[in-house]
Nanobody
Framework: VQLQASGGGLVQPGGNLTLSCAAS????????MSWYRQPPGKQRELVAL???????NYGNSVKGRFTISRDNAKNTFSLQMRGLKPEDTAVYYC????????????????WGQGTQVTVSS
């Protein structure tokens, strides 16, 4: 199983950007999809989370600006970011908590490689 994050780049303050994470390989389902970020010199933090039943959770600093969504048919999930601020600058990682087989219980975590988001004028 591999997760591939994409969509990062340089954007001006107030701009928008959408990140995508594509899952490939053999697995049964992605039960929890989430995005994390790691600003320069800081620890990795949760940005947004979406469960298979539709429950969402957002970091306080991004509530109302970021939206996480999924496309089950394509095994992808996205992070729509609006009103970006310089403090949103970070490497963004996607994470999938995955059920590998219908006969094998339990979740296995996989991480994407990270994509850089820079918010600057």
């Amino acid at each position: 199983v591999q997760l591939q994050a994409s969509g990062g780049g340089l954007v001006q303050p107030g701009g928008n950007l959408t990140l995508s994470c594509a899952a490939s390989g053999r697995f049964y389902s992605i039960n929890i999809m989430s995005w994390y970020r790691q600003p320069p010199g800081k620890q990795r933090e949760l940005v947004a989370l979406l469960t298979s039943v539709g429950t969402t959770n957002y970091g306080n600093s991004v509530k109302g600006r970021f939206t996480i969504s999924r496309d089950n048919a394509k095994n992808t999930f996205s992070l729509q970011m609006r009103g970006l601020k310089p403090e949103d600058t970070a490497v963004y990682y996607c994470r999938g908590s995955i059920v590998l087989s219908s006969t094998t219980p339990g979740l296995t975590d996989y991480w994407g490689q990270g994509t850089q988001v820079t918010v600057s004028s």
